[in-house]
């Protein structure tokens, strides 16, 4: 299994940004990787996912314009980024990184938790009004 590791979590104020990494044992090609969180008391849910090397990024409708992910896995770097601006209170949760084999694109299946196996411990993110 890939291990995951996040960090850049953070307390910010409504309307400023964070930059979340995710640094990942390996980097296997055509594998899918994304961006969860899970706010207090809520399920988790999908924020961003995209095939490794690709650029054809899903997003969540709640950070579409807000929220970029990237990833770098040049040279070994093997990191995948989240960059979080214009961020509002209800932003706050626990955001996780994962891994799974296949990125789906259909409304049932995109950016589903149950389609990734592979998570990371979770980086705080906490904004205030």
């Known amino acids: 299994q890939v291990q995951l590791v996040e960090s850049g979590g953070g307390s910010v104020q409504a309307g400023g940004s964070l930059r979340l990494s995710c640094v990942a044992s390996?980097?296997?090609?055509?594998?899918?990787m994304g961006w969860f969180r899970q706010a207090l008391g809520k399920e988790r849910e999908g924020v961003a996912q995209?095939?490794?090397?690709?650029?054809?990024?899903?997003?969540a409708d709640s950070v579409k314009g807000r929220f970029t992910l990237s990833q770098d896995n040049a040279n070994g770097k093997n990191t995948l980024y989240l960059e979080m601006n214009n961020l509002k209170p209800e932003d706050t949760a626990m955001y996780y990184c994962?891994?799974?084999?296949?990125?789906?694109?259909?409304?049932?299946?995109?950016?589903?938790?149950?389609?990734?196996?592979?998570w990371g411990q979770g980086t705080q993110v906490t904004v205030s009004s």
């Open positions: 390996e980097y296997p090609a055509r594998y899918c």
């Open positions: 995209v095939w490794t090397g690709g650029d054809n990024i899903e997003y």
């Open positions: 994962a891994a799974g084999p296949v990125c789906h694109y259909t409304a049932s299946e995109r950016l589903r938790p149950a389609n990734f196996g592979s």
